[in-house]
């Protein structure tokens, strides 16, 4: 019925909101129990966002501000123990439930699911993460809906490289055009149309809202759901006053035949 086999999703902006209030309240965790007196402020963690992935976003840190740690440090090996501390510190937060899903995510899932439309994940952060959260947002089984999760440090190359959501298409045993990506950030956007992701879903959020996404065929600040029409940037919904998986078919279509 719908001419899409699969829809991935990145993880972090994407299906809830993680970053302000999970990871960074994570990482000023990590840096305090530390010793360290480093503090990532809302608008610094914002422009520290261009840099996916944590370990690789405090190596940038250090560089960027000049920061001589001891020559007797090893700085991959302190960079990974400040990374897994700051790791438990965000899954001890999201075992609280306190990171929900954005709204409309589950409804879309669930639609997904009902119509054997198969579910994958294609993400910069670490796996536990995403387990984590998924268990831990009011649906029992959410991890097991998602067939594929790629994840973290499983490719050499993070995101904007196409390399994660390659991978994940390999895991599906599907070539892009069987899919519909869904992303929230322009390092995401231009990671799944380098993996040849064409039918993408750009979903806006607060550190987002800014970027220019000019090659993203749909945007919205909102999924919408039965009760709320979504807020539509670029691009039509077709006949659907809110994403659902007839507003996907329809990107599907309008990218893939101009229809
Ligand atoms: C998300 C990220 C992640 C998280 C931190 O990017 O960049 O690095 O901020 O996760 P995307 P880790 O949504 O594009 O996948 O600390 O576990 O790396
Ligand atoms: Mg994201």
Not at 222 to 250: F, I, K, W
């Amino acid at each position: 019925m719908y001419r899409f086999k699969a829809i991935i999703f990145d993880v972090d902006g994407t299906l809830a909101d993680t970053e302000r209030d999970g990871h960074r309240l994570a990482f000023n965790a990590a840096f305090a129990e530390a010793g360290l007196a480093w503090h990532w402020d809302v608008a610094r963690y914002g422009a520290l966002l261009a840099i996916t992935g944590g370990k690789e976003r405090i190596r940038y840190y250090i560089e960027q501000e000049g920061i001589r740690l001891d020559s007797a440090v090893n700085l991959d090996a302190f960079i990974a123990a400040l990374h897994s501390a700051k790791t438990r510190h965000y899954l001890a937060l999201l075992e609280t439930g306190a990171i929900p899903l954005r709204p409309g995510v589950l409804r879309l899932l669930r639609e997904a699911r009902e119509a054997g439309i198969r579910l994958a994940i294609a993400t910069t952060t670490t796996p536990e993460n995403v387990i984590e959260l998924l268990r831990h947002c009011g649906e029992p089984g959410l991890p097991d809906w998602f067939e594929v999760i790629a994840a973290g440090d499983v490719v050499p190359r993070k995101k904007p490289a196409p390399d994660i959501f390659t991978l994940a298409l390999a895991q599906l045993g599907l070539v892009a055009q069987d899919c519909v990506a869904v992303e929230d950030s322009d390092n995401g956007m231009c990671a799944a149309l380098a993996a040849g992701l064409k039918a993408l879903l750009v979903t806006l959020n607060a550190y987002t809202e800014n970027q220019s996404f000019d090659a993203a065929p749909l945007v919205v600040e909102s999924l919408g759901g039965p009760d709320a029409a979504a807020v539509v940037r670029r691009g039509d919904l077709g006949g659907s006053n809110y994403v659902d998986l007839a507003a996907l078919d329809r990107l599907h279509a309008t990218v893939y035949s101009g229809a």
